[in-house]
């Protein structure tokens, strides 16, 4: 049986990244860079102001002091938005907005409120007072401060936060190119189930997994195909396998009918049209993991219980998706934290569900409750995974371990 990190590995070599597409640099937040974004301009592209107040030479302005004011004649009037003003004559200030370019000459900007400048005037006053000397440079941004022509602004890879999407509006990026995202085609396999607007007769459950797991692959950056229901049924699976392939789909998940029971038909029906890599991991929970291909396409089946089978999207699956999308890390950042109370496993590689608190610079680690692979509520109420390493049984109370940081708030 393969470990965790084998079972990743062997996973992960199967794919590559996807090609890539334009987009409207609206539409393009968690989408991944597929283009190095080098600047052709400078950011700021001009000298500008970063206070309201008067720009000055700094030579004319030492001896201002609150006991020794100093008095210059304005000259000019500078808004935000006007176009470079002519330079600054000697012995004058001009007044000058935030964001408004600098005039030649100037070396620093005095804030209105170091001025006797009554705030909010429509017109510039004649002359202004100066309470304090400034120091060179004071309030001024220079030209290319941010970013300067030639830098490498945005590696490709880069995952399209809110800030890289400012800055490529910044450098005039109204489309970029992103990497496609992954169609997952997505099938819950089981007699027992029926869908959410369905009423369970006894002995039947509603289908959970159809919907976390699609909530999961949207989350994680890809689009999902959804196949629906398959009942467990050789012939039924197969033909739900084969839609998938008619789908385009760049990979197909299935949850349950993958373990050792009587009427799991899912490795057969992958063996059928394809071929199975492997079926077990050494983890828990989430032991039943199967992946191979049908047709040529790639196939991850997840466990049936609930909790599995997102434990398993989020260990094996999200990073296929992250690395489809053109991810260049496909990791959850781990953050160790300490054990509030004892914590076990049965020595295979385990994953538990727990709720963080902030703790002496650094994390408490509470079980979220009951750690079966069927309480999905213990998982609702998780911050991260914490892993317990193979052979392991117990972690002690004040002990510490690793912990997987899911989405929190
Ligand atoms: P299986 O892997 O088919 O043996 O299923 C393991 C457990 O997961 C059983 O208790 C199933 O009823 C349950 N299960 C399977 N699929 C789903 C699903 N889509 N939603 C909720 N529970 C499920
Ligand atoms: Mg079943």
Redesign the pocket.
């Known amino acids: 049986m393969l470990t965790v990190a084998e079972a990743r590995a062997r996973i992960l070599e199967h794919f590559e990244p996807l090609g890539t597409e334009w987009v409207a640099l609206g539409a393009a937040r968690g989408r991944v860079l597929a283009e190095v974004i080098q600047s052709r301009e400078n950011l700021p592209p001009f000298a500008n102001s970063s206070m309201d107040g008067y720009a000055v030479r700094v030579a004319e302005t030492q001896a201002a002091a609150p006991t020794h004011s100093i008095v210059l004649p304005v000259s000019g009037d500078i808004p935000a938005g006007s176009a470079i003003p002519p330079a600054l004559p000697r012995g004058t200030a001009m007044r000058i907005m935030t964001g408004a370019p600098l005039p030649e000459g100037a070396d620093a900007v005095v804030p209105v409120e170091e001025t006797d400048d009554a705030r909010g005037s429509a017109s510039a006053p004649s002359a202004i007072r100066i309470l304090r000397a400034p120091a060179h440079g004071a309030n001024i941004r220079p030209v290319g401060q941010d970013v300067a022509v030639g830098q490498v602004v945005l590696e490709a890879g880069t995952l399209l936060r809110p800030a890289a999407i400012g800055v490529l509006a910044a450098l005039g990026h109204a489309q970029v190119r992103v990497h496609r995202q992954p169609l997952i085609a997505l099938l819950?396999?089981?007699d027992?189930?029926v869908p959410v607007e369905g009423t369970p007769r006894p002995g039947q459950?509603?289908?959970?997994?159809?919907y976390s797991l699609a909530a999961a692959i949207e989350q994680y950056g890809g689009r999902v195909a959804r196949l629906g229901l398959a009942r467990d049924r050789l012939a039924e699976v197969r033909a739900k396998l084969q839609q998938a392939r008619e789908l385009g789909a760049d990979l197909i998940v299935s949850?349950?009918?993958?373990?050792v029971?009587a009427y799991?038909f899912v490795k057969e029906a992958v063996e059928a049209d394809g071929a199975l890599t492997f079926w077990r991991v050494k983890m828990r929970p989430g032991k039943?993991l199967a992946f191979g291909r049908v047709g040529g396409l790639p196939f991850i089946g997840l466990?049936?219980?609930?909790v599995s089978s997102l434990v398993g999207m989020e260990v094996f699956v999200r990073p296929v998706l992250l690395k489809l999308a053109g991810h260049r890390r496909f990791d959850r950042l781990v953050v160790p934290a300490t054990l509030a109370e004892p914590m076990h496993s049965d020595g295979r590689e385990t994953y538990l569900r727990v709720r963080l608190e902030p703790h002496a610079g650094g994390y408490l680690a509470h079980s979220t409750g009951h750690q079966g692979s069927?309480i999905i509520t213990s998982l609702v109420k998780a911050d991260g995974l914490l892993v317990i390493p193979e052979g392991v049984t117990e972690v002690a109370s004040g002990q510490t371990a690793p912990v997987w940081l899911l989405d929190a708030f």
């Open positions: 819950s396999t089981g027992e189930l459950i509603r289908d959970t997994n159809s949850s349950a009918g993958v373990s029971g799991d039943p466990p049936g219980n609930p069927n």
